[in-house]
């Protein structure tokens, strides 16, 4: 049976935030009949991310899948979200029936607010933890590259969820099968910097 992950955008998502993951999950995809990755935004204009690169959802609220797996991404424009009551509400119903919840860096404030991460532990980008343990109700770790809880899983910033994408392959499909998309997309973890040419 196939498996249906949405990426929710907005207006200033953080680009690598839902693109790391999207890749992970369209790779899977393309070595698994069924599997299908959609984009969902609450209009059905385009959405300008954090850096400029503008992205054509592919449902809105109102014609989205039902989902196996919701991914919601950080950036600038999670601290506009996080006050639409319309983002908000489309969350809490979704990730009820959602098999797992996710998020990469600040989109953990989303999830905070919609309700998945209250009473959870949780990661997000090095420099929101402090903002996101002020909001009460969450245990926040630090220096790790992402965090699962139940159901919930949240990576920290950016290339975080790229980690926690594949091992979401691994806990769906096996290891052995995350490991195969991670050699296809050639992801290597270990930082540029150590490797020295």
Excluded at 30 to 42: C, L
Excluded at 66 to 86: A, F, H, K, S
Excluded at 100 to 105: A, D, E, G, I, M
Excluded at 147 to 174: F, K
Aim: glycine share 10%; aromatic share 8%.
């Amino acid at each position: 049976m196939g498996i249906t992950t949405g990426m929710l955008i907005f207006d200033d998502a953080e680009e690598l935030d839902f693109v790391g993951p999207w890749e992970v999950f369209t790779a899977a995809a393309k070595m698994r009949d069924g599997d299908r990755v959609v984009t969902i935004a609450e209009h059905d204009r385009p959405v300008r991310c954090n850096k400029g690169l503008r992205v054509l959802p592919d449902h809105t609220f109102a014609d989205a899948p039902r989902l196996d797996i919701v991914l919601v991404p950080g950036g600038q424009g999670t601290r506009r979200e996080v006050d639409n009551p319309v983002v908000i509400d489309w969350l809490r119903t979704v990730g009820a029936r959602c098999t797992w919840v996710t998020s990469v860096c600040t989109g953990a404030l989303l999830l905070h607010e919609a309700g998945f991460a209250q009473g959870k532990r949780v990661t997000t980008h090095w420099s929101f933890i402090e903002t996101l343990r002020a909001r009460g109700d969450v245990t926040v770790l630090e220096d790790t590259r992402y965090v699962r809880d139940g159901n919930l899983v949240t990576s920290a910033g950016i290339s975080a969820g790229i980690d926690m994408a594949l091992w979401l392959l691994g806990q769906l499909h096996g290891e052995e099968f995350a490991r195969t998309v991670q050699r296809y997309i050639e992801y290597n973890p270990a930082p540029p910097y150590a490797a020295a040419v």
